[in-house]
């Protein structure tokens, strides 16, 4: 009996496991789709996406540096906290207050971590884009 | 704290006026009228008024960022053996100072804790007094190739193109700091410039770093003044600055006016943290290094690379005929013994043709002719040896926080047909 019970938690614990596993990935694909950059609408000046939040992020992030220092980079929300901190400890940037909140939604919605795919898990992907011409003697 | 932005604080202070600013969009501060003239702090500068660094470069350059200013060529443009101004990658951490510059009044000053006295000169003194030497010597950033680590490093996202060898002329350091006169404890130069921060706070350093005593006394590390026979263009670092060639160009310092020799490692703005230094232990890819002393290294030499800078990449070529291929080799401090390329990943290597550098710390030449076996799709693929054996990695590289010293072989791909 207590076998059984053991097998059975055991086994409850497992589909938990698996089912926490599939939340995330799920998670990322579906709730929260990675959205791509070339289907929304862009900020003309600066290139971000133009969404509700976009004039806070302009007013916090590109009045000091260019918008291509975000446009350039995928970061989670972690890894957009990390570069707001270097920025508070080596560059003056102020404390953002209530607003890094919405800068950071912002940040992590539009410009995450794009899927694997995106760039690839390889040490060296293969060659992309590459403009074929023909090379006269 | 309110929910409306700006309108809360101060407009006398700087953050009060960033966010009015942005109410009144930058486009306006283009226009001929400023919103807010009068409440602009008096070292604030709206970007719209500065020079453009554009103008004298390639059409084909790719800019990654507009303030700071960093622009890299594609590695087809790098093919001269002596790199014209007009194809070399611009490197800022600040900006590109907006005063204007009188090179009759512009001066050098040497000071610091290990000089016996400190020693001011005009830059017609260092032209006069001291014998000037030219020499060609590759400027590469620590970053070049950070695009290729995975995960995404913080720092521009350079490919290949930021490095070159173009000819510089100007003076020794060692000859200047033999005539101010240094002190035994010396131990490492800092560089200072007239580049703002970007915040243009005038009490923050954009960038000031430097070298060991050793390498600063190397007979190629030149306080220079001309570069390819001509003044150094603006944002090159008009009218002076330093040229260490081999090592990170972060150290080769621009619109130069002062050079501390200090008797520590030099602690000037992007020596900390990990700015320019890589973990001393390997580490995993996208893992957390805590920034001390302890777990990092400054980044001094840079490592052995090799480009194709003939043919451009995407070359549909005639398989009858051989095809002929060059580039360039270098190995910071050190130099290239070979270069090899191969047309099959990797499998075969075949030797290619190098030539000695035209002097210390310049890069080198290679060439090489090739046959495909059959037509189709290949990729040519280039490595270098350094003089010490050391040659360079197929795959990315030990990933590092900073993603620097990526010197993984560069390719481009070829079609050869009938």
């Known amino acids: ?137 | 704290m309110g929910k409306t932005y700006g309108m809360k604080q101060p407009i006398f202070n700087r953050r009060g006026f960033l966010q009015q600013s942005t109410l009144a969009t930058v486009a306006t501060l283009a226009g001929t009228s400023i919103i807010f003239a009068d409440k602009i702090p008096p070292h604030y500068r709206p970007l719209a008024f500065d020079y453009d660094p554009l103008k004298g470069k390639s059409p084909e350059m790719t800019v990654l960022g507009d303030k700071p200013w960093n622009v890299e060529p594609p590695v087809h443009l790098l093919d001269d053996a002596v790199t014209p101004v007009s194809k070399m990658f611009i490197r800022n951490n600040g900006l590109i100072p907006t005063d204007p510059i009188n090179p009759a009044t512009w001066t050098l000053t040497i000071n610091g804790e290990s000089v016996k006295s400190a020693k001011t000169y005009t830059l017609n003194d260092l032209k006069k007094r001291f014998k000037p030497y030219t020499y060609q010597l590759v400027l590469e950033c620590g970053g070049n190739g950070r695009a290729g680590y995975q995960p995404q490093t913080s720092g521009n996202p350079w490919e290949q193109g930021a490095v070159s060898c173009a000819e510089w002329t100007g003076v020794r350091l060692k000859d200047i700091l033999a005539d101010v006169g240094i002190k035994d404890d010396a131990v490492y130069i800092g560089y200072y410039g007239k580049d703002p921060h970007l915040s243009q706070d005038p009490t923050k350093v954009a960038i000031s770093r430097g070298v060991p005593m050793k390498k600063a006394l190397e007979e190629e590390t030149l306080i220079a003044w001309a570069v390819n026979g001509q003044d150094i263009p603006l944002e090159h670092g008009y009218p002076l600055r330093l040229v260490v060639g081999g090592w990170p160009a972060s150290t080769s310092g621009k619109w130069l006016h002062t050079i501390a020799v200090r008797n520590k490692i030099h602690d000037g703005a992007k020596m900390e943290g990990h700015s320019y230094q890589v973990p001393i232990r390997p580490v995993e890819p996208g893992e957390k290094v805590a920034e001390t002393p302890q777990n990092f290294r400054i980044i001094e030499s840079m490592p052995v690379k090799s480009l194709v800078t003939y043919p451009k990449t995407g070359a549909m070529v005639d398989i009858k005929k051989p095809l002929a291929i060059r580039g360039h080799a270098w190995a910071g401090d050190r130099s290239v013994a070979e270069v090899h390329t191969s047309i099959d990943y990797g499998a075969t290597w075949q030797k290619s043709k190098l030539s000695p550098p035209k002097n210390r710390l310049a890069w080198q030449q290679w060439s090489a002719e090739l046959a495909f076996p059959q037509p189709g799709y290949y990729e040519v693929w280039v490595r270098a040896t350094d003089d010490k054996g050391v040659t360079q990695p197929m795959v990315i590289p030990q990933w590092n926080p900073g993603g620097y010293l990526n010197n993984a072989c560069h390719r481009i791909a070829v079609k050869a047909v009938v």
Request: with cysteine; hydrophobic share 40%; charged share 25%.
């Open chain 1, 1 to 137: 009996m207590n076998g059984v019970k053991i097998a059975f938690l055991l086994g409850a614990l497992l589909i938990g496991l698996a089912s926490f596993r599939n939340n995330s990935v799920t998670q990322y694909s579906s709730a929260k789709p990675p959205f791509r950059a070339d289907t929304l609408k862009k900020d003309a000046e600066s290139g971000l996406i133009d969404a509700p939040n976009l004039m806070m992020v302009k007013a916090q992030c590109t009045a000091c540096h260019s918008s291509k220092l975000i446009l350039q980079h995928r970061f989670t929300r972690a890894g957009w906290v990390d570069r707001i901190r270097w920025m508070q400890k080596y560059h003056k940037l102020w404390d953002l207050g209530e607003s890094e909140k919405v800068v950071l939604d912002y940040l992590e919605t539009y410009y995450g971590p794009a899927s694997m795919s995106d760039k690839g898990t390889f040490r060296r992907p293969p060659m992309k884009q590459v403009k074929w011409y023909k090379l006269e003697p």
